[in-house]
Structures are given as C-alpha cells and as structure tokens.
Nanobody, 121 residues
Framework: QVQPVESGGGLMQAGGSLTLSCVVS????????VGWYRQDPGQQRELIAT???????EIKDFVKGRFTVSRDNSKKMAYLKMVNLKPEDSAVYYC???????????????WGQGTQVTVSS
C-alpha cells in the first residue's frame, strides 16, 4: 500500500501564502480523485478541497477564494495553494487519493503523516 507524502508546510504570518505538495506513488494515481484535509488537535479531520481525476475542483466555502487545488498526473502529485492565510488555518494538512462519486469524496484508508501549517497573527 502506498501512503501519500505531504510537504510544504511551515510557519507563516497572517496574510502569507503557501503551496502544499502531495505525492502518491501509485500506478493508477491519475484515476483517483485527491482530497485535501486538515486537522486541529482534538478535532476531527475535515475535508477542505477536492480535485477529481478529470481535474474538476470543489473547494469548501470556508476556504473558497483563498485555497485552490491542482494536480500533475505525470508526477503523481497534487497541490494545495493557500493565500491570505489566517491563524485559524493552522492545522496539520493531509492529502488522500480516493474516489469521487455522486458529489462526494470517499477517502482511501491510506493516510500520510501530514504537514504542519502554523499561521501567526
């Protein structure tokens, strides 16, 4: 089983930008949708953005206008670009290569270690 590997997190000031990367080295990556999640300590992991195999994006309302997703199937990578970061964006960010059906993202059981994003005010 191949786990995603996230990178690109760090400590940022409010208003800054970051692009997170995720590599999923599985042969059929191009057929997967990719979901980006974040998790605060003591909280449930929440889905924030999805990009389907066809490249369609779905961004949750609470980050819409600030976060975008993209993918490069040739590199088996997905990206989460975040601008105008806010302190409440601080969390561990994860990606997941799963399925998108009927308007819903279904994550696989393969989770990586995530990457920490901390935004100071």
């Amino acid at each position: 089983q191949v786990q995603p590997v996230e990178s690109g997190g760090g400590l940022m000031q409010a208003g800054g930008s970051l692009t997170l990367s995720c590599v999923v080295s599985k042969p059929d990556f191009s057929t997967n949708a990719v979901g980006w999640y974040r998790q605060d300590p003591g909280q449930q992991r929440e889905l924030i953005a999805t990009i389907t195999a066809a490249g369609s994006m779905e961004i949750k309302d609470f980050v819409k206008g600030r976060f975008t997703v993209s993918r490069d199937n040739s590199k088996k990578m997905a990206y989460l670009k975040m601008v105008n970061l806010k302190p409440e964006d601080s969390a561990v960010y994860y990606c997941n290569a799963g399925d998108y059906r009927g308007g819903y993202f279904y994550p696989s059981r393969r989770w990586g270690q995530g990457t920490q994003v901390t935004v100071s005010s």
